[in-house]
Nanobody
């Protein structure tokens, strides 16, 4: 399984960016997907997750109302639309995928089997 994240870059506070993560090597439409991030000196943290169908999503409180996760199973791609960006959103963002019996969405890293390489998002004040 390969996950390729893209779309990171530099944005001003209050601005927007859209991340994409293209997946290959597995049956994308049957796996839940997630985004995590890691800032320098901090542990990796959960950002958002989406079910295999796209019908269920869950967000970290810190991004709720500002970020939107979505997926296009025909394109094997998951997206993270980030709006109203804040300097504290600066981090390397990772996409991940996993499958567990009975698990629809997952907000903790241990549920994820495969990880992308990360894409850097920098938000200036």
């Amino acid at each position: 399984v390969q996950l390729q994240a893209s779309g990171g870059g530099l944005a001003q506070a209050g601005g927007s960016l859209r991340l994409a993560c293209a997946a290959s090597g597995h049956t994308f439409s049957t796996y839940f997907m997630g985004w995590f991030r890691q800032s320098p000196g901090k542990e990796r943290e959960f950002v958002a997750t989406i079910s295999w169908s796209g019908g269920r999503t869950s967000y970290a409180d810190s991004v709720k109302g500002r970020f939107t996760i979505s997926r296009d199973n025909a394109k094997n791609t998951v997206y993270l639309q980030m709006s109203s960006l804040k300097p504290e959103d600066t981090a390397v963002y990772y996409c991940a995928t996993g499958w567990r019996s009975g698990v629809v969405v997952a907000g903790t890293a241990e549920y994820y089997d495969y990880w992308g390489q990360g894409t850097l998002v920098t938000v200036s004040s």
